[in-house]
């Protein structure tokens, strides 16, 4: 079958840098990425890796590495803005994006 | 620059009775979707439409029906509304399939 795990919900600290992991199983892959989203609000994209390494934009970073069907989200300089849920998909064979659970994201003063 | 216009924003159904969720976007994307979310769960694909003229059966059809009217509309039809269908409904496009998505604000359907 084809499934996405990322925790359920992470506490950090405003001002600290936390990383958000997503481990997947799929049928064929062709990227992974990173949406936000606030509560009561829609999804909003964030960060998408095809290849292998990190990429960085801004406070936020993703990393992949395809050999261990791992990737992560590395957020800095956390900001009580950041409380969200933070949800990894991956591009599969089709023209389908698999969808994970959600990490929320909770940031303490 | 609206991005993606859905409506309604919220409605209320009784079991049985049928509604059409609209959905338009005006950035020019080829493929357009429609996923819901229910409560602590991520997002489940239920139609999807890859180019105008076409839409493909997504994880969870049931009950649903789409019309990709134009290359700006896609619509989502409940022909007979039913309590498991109560979610949070988003439609989204993207100019290149499953990359950099740009979803409405959402639709609130409640079946009673």
């Known amino acids: 079958g084809q499934s996405l795990e990322q925790p359920s919900e992470v506490t950090a600290v405003e001002g600290a840098i936390v990383q958000i992991n997503c481990t997947y199983q799929?049928?064929?892959?062709?990227?992974l990425s990173w949406y936000q989203q606030h509560d009561g609000g829609a999804p909003t994209f964030l960060s998408y890796?095809?290849l292998d390494g990190l990429e960085e934009t801004g406070r936020f970073s993703s990393f992949l590495s395809r050999s261990d069907s791992y990737g992560y989200l590395l957020l800095q300089e956390l900001q009580m803005k950041d409380s969200a849920s933070y949800f990894c998909a991956v591009q599969g064979s089709n023209y389908q994006l698999i969808w994970g659970a959600g990490t929320k994201l909770i940031i303490k003063p | 620059n609206a991005g993606v216009t859905q409506t309604p924003k919220f409605q209320v159904l009784k079991t049985g009775q049928s509604m059409t969720l609209q959905c338009a976007q005006d950035?020019?994307?080829?493929?357009m979707y429609w996923y819901r979310q229910d409560p602590g769960m991520g997002l489940r694909l239920i139609y999807y439409s890859a180019s105008e003229g076409t839409t493909d059966k997504g994880e969870v059809p049931n009950g649903y029906n789409v019309s990709r009217l134009n290359k700006r509309e896609f619509s989502l039809r409940l022909e007979s509304a039913a309590p498991s269908q109560t979610s949070v409904y988003f439609c989204?496009?993207?100019?290149?399939?499953?990359?950099?998505?740009?979803f409405g604000s959402g639709t609130r359907l409640t079946v009673v």
């Open positions: 890796n095809a």
């Open positions: 950035m020019n994307h080829n493929s």
């Open positions: 799929t049928s064929g892959f062709y990227g």
């Open positions: 989204a496009s993207s100019e290149v399939p499953a990359y950099g998505y740009t």
